[in-house]
């Protein structure tokens, strides 16, 4: 059989990458596992796009959500993922919630019955010499994630994520916190500091050990390494341990005491743009609503915004920002691109988009065009920045779509009106994009 491209992987990626790759004109080769006597340990059945969880493609407002934002983009860049999940649409406010039935089937008949696409089932193990996309996943089957890993290097490609939560830095109190790197090293503006004095120190431990934590099914227990152990599990070991750990306070001063505080929770850059800070060494499997009570807790923090909060799981991502180009080709291997949450960003609908983007950098590609990445200041061209450089490489984590990932709006804006500017914003960027 003979096509232009294979995709590999049929999840919320692999078919939006086909689909798009399909419509522009090119015959494609679409290879899914499962359907060949093979599973991943989350999915349960062998329709392309299942959903492996929830149910609910999250916020679709497109003034004040990212999220949202970004299913609007996405219709317009004639997504099949969006147009099967707006078909099954299930009542859910303003969110977006589908039959998962009826979506995965839509998408798989879709798929089917399109004529550029061919779907086989088989289980790819190394990595294709033609045209390819590969979308498989966070469950990537293991001969391909060692074929993979093999071409990146070991530690290029992750199987567990470790994230620590990041907040909007324009909600962090800095009458409270200060900037400091500890020792006063560094550039003076690397660290937000967050002070807690001992009798606050010793709530939050308690607090910790007390906190719901989420329970994982066997498969997806992540083993702990020290250097990203969950901070609950860290203040189980002795009240102390994390005043010598992440939450040491010699070094730093308080300028509003002049001295070191008994504690501190230091918070680090996570964007170029400087509007997300992770809290350093936060990585928790604590429940999300507990996170926000708990973290609220800390002095600075009260009012704190969170654009992801923490969590640790199984996961297969790729150091993308230093493997992949602008255009998502592996800089090794540019016969190759890689789409989904293997590229780390997080979700089914910031999946299915690095697939639709994937298949349209393709197509231009194979039908001798150059399609100009989406501007930044669009909710696609913000998440596929931060994935193809803007985020640090070393410390690269998996990612949602947040306003955070924007260029910020210049000049001083209201905070209630932000969103609104964000969201046109982008829509005027889109459209210009569009035309050209
Ligand atoms: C347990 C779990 C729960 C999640 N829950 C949610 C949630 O509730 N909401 C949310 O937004 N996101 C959730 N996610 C995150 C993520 O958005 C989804 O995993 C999403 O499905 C990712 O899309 P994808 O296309 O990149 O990968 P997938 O949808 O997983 O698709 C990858 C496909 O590749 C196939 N494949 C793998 N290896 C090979 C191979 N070697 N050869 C051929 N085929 C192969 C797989 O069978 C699969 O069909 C969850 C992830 C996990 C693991």
Known sequence: MTYDIQVIGGGLAGSEAAWQLAEAGLTVRLSEMRGAGEMTPAHHGDSLAELVCSNSFRSDDADSN??????Q???ALGSLIMREGDRHRVPAGSALAVDRDGFSTGVTAAIAAHPNITIVRERVDTLPEGPAIIATGPLTAPALSDSIAQETGKDALAFFDAIAPIVHRDTIDMDVAWFQSRWGKGDGTDYINCPLDKEQYHAFVAALIAGEKTEYREWENVPYFEGCMPIEVMAERGVETLRFGPMKGVGLDDPRTGRWPYAAVQLRQDNAHGTLWNIVGFQTKLKHAEQVRLFRTIPGLEKAEFARLGGLHRNTFLR???LLDATLRLRSRPNVRFAGQITGCEGYIESASIGLIAGRFAAAELTGRTLAPPPVETALGALLTHITGAAEAETYQPMN???G?????????KKADRKKMYTDRARAALSEWLAA
Do not use: D, K, Q
């Not at 990212?66 to 299913?71: D, I, Q, T, Y």
């Open 73 to 75: 983009e996405m219709r």
């Open 66 to 71: 990212a999220v949202g934002l970004l299913h």
């Open 401 to 403: 779509v947040n306003f």
């Open 320 to 322: 993308s920002p230093e």
């Open 405 to 413: 990932l924007f260029p910020p709006i210049p000049g001083r804006t």
